[in-house]
């Protein structure tokens, strides 16, 4: 499908929230460019349904090849959630190409960390090790079972995870009975009830009188802004009370 700048939104931004799109940038006079046009259709072709395939006459379309930088063409773009998510420069065999599609698309982990229960979760940290959005809801699961010690190693092994970091100092902090520490079993209940801005709240008021509990419960407070997300207003706020509480 050739796409235009009038059509551009709505065919690769807004349609890249639901599936990856390709965008092949090229132009009639690229002799490259009609070597990897029918290479990405057949490829693309082989894949029907997971991924779109579009193309962009630069020449026509002098805006956009100036908004995404082509400066040599066969370019290739793959958009993924209104975004850019991978690049291809050139003319390239099919072995590149398949290479390039199929890390747009989600992995078997992926998949099974969608379905979310027990087994599925423990499967894709088999195929994953590292995946925190696989360790952390699993790690939940056994927490509720009164796992810990097991939840705590499934933890252990997601390196850089504020998330993972953060509900393994829950753990602690549940789990440590310190005398200096204060009661926390309201905000953890808020927090398992699906209240965070509560959670979050008790957390962070808790920190001036907390002692030698301050830095788990900053981490717990840590994890669960992570999970929020930058933008998310509750996240906004809540670093703003947390600075505070701490400086």
Request: proline residues 6%.
């Amino acid at each position: 499908m050739d796409v235009s700048e009038a059509t551009f939104q709505t065919a690769v931004i807004d349609r890249s929230h639901a599936l990856p799109v390709v965008v092949d940038f090229w132009a009639e006079w690229c002799g490259p460019c009609r070597q990897l046009g029918p290479v990405l259709e057949r490829a693309v072709a082989g894949r029907a349904g997971k991924v779109e395939l579009v193309k962009v006459d630069v020449d026509a379309n002098q805006l956009l090849a100036r908004t995404y930088q082509i400066q040599g063409i066969p370019a290739v773009k793959a958009f993924r959630d209104g975004s850019v998510a991978a690049e291809l420069v050139g003319a390239q065999p099919s072995p590149a190409v398949d290479r390039f599609l199929d890390s747009l698309l989600p992995s078997e982990a992926d998949g099974l960390i969608e379905q979310g229960d027990e087994d599925s979760l423990r499967r894709a940290l088999e195929l994953e090790p590292t995946r925190d959005d696989a360790a952390v809801p699993l790690a939940r699961i056994l927490l509720a079972r009164g796992e810990e010690d097991e939840a705590l190693e499934i933890l252990s092994r997601v390196p850089g995870s504020f998330a993972a970091d953060g509900l393994a100092a829950r753990i602690e902090l549940e789990r440590a009975g310190l005398p200096e520490s204060p009661d926390l079993s309201e905000a953890f209940a808020a927090l398992d009830a699906g209240d965070p801005e509560r959670a979050l709240d008790l957390l962070i008021a808790a920190l001036p009188s907390a002692d030698g509990a301050s830095d788990r419960i900053r981490r717990v407070v840590v994890g669960l802004l992570e999970e929020l997300g930058v933008e998310h207003p509750l996240a906004r706020e809540s670093r703003r009370k947390l600075a505070s509480a701490l400086y």
